[in-house]
């Protein structure tokens, strides 16, 4: 398969073209006049839409002469860095049916789709799925089908869009088209014309030992490759590792749901991304451009969204759902003109099995509960905890934000109680008056595992020395030593045992032992829920 993509230096300023039509169809007159100049001093016509086409404006035409026939044209310098932006974005689609997709600057690409044909339900809904998807993106394309890559990017550029399966067929089809067609070197067409050699049958007729001495064995293998006579080899598209994509606005916005809109079609290309390297994302950020003046009054560059996920994902459903839900607690400064998405983290994320039965390829849209909870409150307001293999508790525990709890050397008799440590030992019953008793039955349930731990840890250790030895001793239960942490600077010696308190909480206490055992101070590290 070939695409051509013939009008791309014109769509990819498609936003600003369709917002003058609709403007223009609003007031009942026609569309306005736009075309896409060269950025040369003196500037040539490179594209002109339909309104400026009917007022006479051709491509190759001096922007002077273009003015004279439409004064009220709107022009724009060629973008090739948007262009080259927007062909990849069409490939990283492509690759959505077949992993053998090679560009073909500035405005082309060709996929080998036999390996695919069985996969996806035969040629035809192969065929109308990929028109389809290149459709929605909003660029105009030609597709041909041949049996080599260069034939059917030949196809392409002369219109003929039947598919062509075998190169019997292919032959006759190639021989009338012209030599610029194939991409062949211009000085070598230039040769051949002034001998009226024009088309590609005319040239294959001649003897390929003169051929080659006049016009190079590079032309000859040219030649070989569109009628598949040799081998094609072509370099694979690989997407880059790292996603990033900047659409400029045609006109500045300050309402988020027309911002949503927009970056939906971020989002579109984030998943054909996403899906080429096999991966989820986690966290992504969506940045926000504000008009120039803004930073000089206000002194903020941009407005970050920062989007996290509970888990790997890349279905389009889960991540509008969430970015939606993310940009309606957004209050911009000031309107803005640019949107760039970002992906800041990833994880491998395996493809879907296709079901048998129907129905059973459908994705789900909606997002997880956490993933909501986390748009609408905030992305510090819900977390997940992982264990991470680490003796001490402090250290034994992240986040889902991917940094570890903080480290909190244990505290020591002389050091401060955290703020609310005390209330929390009073409400608890923890105070110098307190006496312990064992309980007649043991509360705890006999599937309890041996050494628990508490979920939930102070911030810092509380003390309790006030605490007699012997009160605490009443009831300890299984304890559980730790000794680990001399080789980074945090040595702890301890001893955690599982204390009841008169109330009926459940703390979860230590003992050191940095002068020998059961000889060190008490302290509360957590309360069992």
């Known amino acids: 398969m070939a695409v051509l993509l013939p009008a791309l230096p014109l769509e990819v300023f498609a936003p600003g073209v369709a917002r003058d039509a609709a403007q223009a169809a609003g007031a009942g007159a026609p569309a306005a006049p736009f ?24 491509r190759g035409q001096r922007l002077s002469a273009a003015l004279a026939l439409a004064p009220a044209i709107t022009f724009v310098v060629r973008d090739t860095a948007r262009e080259a932006a927007a062909l990849a974005a069409v490939a990283t689609f492509v690759l ?12 082309a690409l060709v996929a080998d789709l036999a390996a695919s044909l069985r996969l996806f339900g035969g040629f035809t809904r192969l065929a109308q799925g990929l028109a389809d998807g290149i459709a929605a993106r909003g660029l105009t394309a030609r597709h041909a089908y041949a049996p080599t890559p260069l034939g059917a990017l030949a196809l392409a550029r002369a219109r003929h869009t039947a598919p062509v399966f075998d190169t019997a067929t292919l032959w006759p089809l190639l021989a009338a088209l012209p030599l610029a067609h194939f991409d062949a070197d211009p ?41 598949g006579r040799v081998a094609d080899p072509r370099e694979p598209y690989v997407p880059p590792p790292e996603f990033s994509t900047r659409l400029p606005l045609p006109v500045p916005v300050h309402d988020t749901g027309a911002l949503h809109f927009v970056a939906r079609r971020a989002l579109n290309e984030l998943a054909d991304w996403l899906l080429a ?35 790997p994902t890349r279905t389009l459903g889960h991540l509008d759902s969430v970015l939606r839900e993310r940009l309606v607690r957004v209050e911009l400064p000031a309107p803005v003109e640019t949107l760039t998405l970002v992906t800041r983290a990833t994880a491998a994320l395996p493809a879907r099995d296709f079901g048998f039965l129907p129905g059973d390829d459908a994705v789900p849209t909606t997002a997880p509960l956490v993933d909501r909870l ?9 977390l997940r905890v992982a264990a991470l293999a680490e003796h001490r508790p402090e250290r034994a525990m992240k986040s889902d934000a991917g940094a570890a709890a903080p480290v909190t050397a244990p505290a020591t008799p002389a050091a401060a109680s955290p703020p609310g440590a005390a209330a929390l030992a009073a409400a608890d019953g923890l105070t110098a008056r307190t006496r312990l008793k064992k309980p007649a039955a043991d509360p705890l349930p006999a599937s309890t595992p041996s050494l628990p731990r508490p979920l939930w840890l102070l911030p810092v250790p509380a003390p309790v020395s006030a605490l007699r030895a012997a009160t605490l001793a009443a009831r300890r239960g299984a304890a559980e030593r730790i000794e680990s942490g001399w080789w980074d600077g945090h040595d702890v010696r301890r001893d955690y045992h599982r204390v009841v308190t008169p109330n009926g909480s459940e703390l979860w206490v230590y003992r050191t032992h940095r002068r020998g055992i059961d000889d060190g101070d008490w302290y509360v590290h957590g309360l069992f829920g």
Not at 100 to 107: E, G, Y
Request: positive net charge.
């Open 277 to 311: 390297r096999g991966l989820g994302v986690l966290r992504l950020e969506l940045v926000l451009a504000h008009e120039r003046y803004t930073h000089v009054r206000t002194g903020i560059p941009a407005t970050t969204v920062a989007l996290a996920f509970g888990g």
């Open 96 to 107: 959505r049916f077949t992993p053998h997709v090679s560009l073909v600057r500035p405005a």
């Open 374 to 382: 986390r748009a609408r409150l905030g992305e510090g307001s819900v």
């Open 35 to 58: 075309a896409v100049v060269t950025g040369d001093p003196q500037p040539v016509v490179l594209a002109p839409n339909r309104a400026a086409h009917a007022a006479g404006v051709r």
């Open 187 to 227: 000085a070598a067409c230039e040769l051949l014309a002034g001998s009226g050699i024009t088309t590609y049958g005319e040239a294959l007729a001649l003897p390929r030992e003169g051929l080659a001495r006049r016009c190079g064995p590079a032309f000859v293998e040219l030649l070989d490759r569109a009628n």
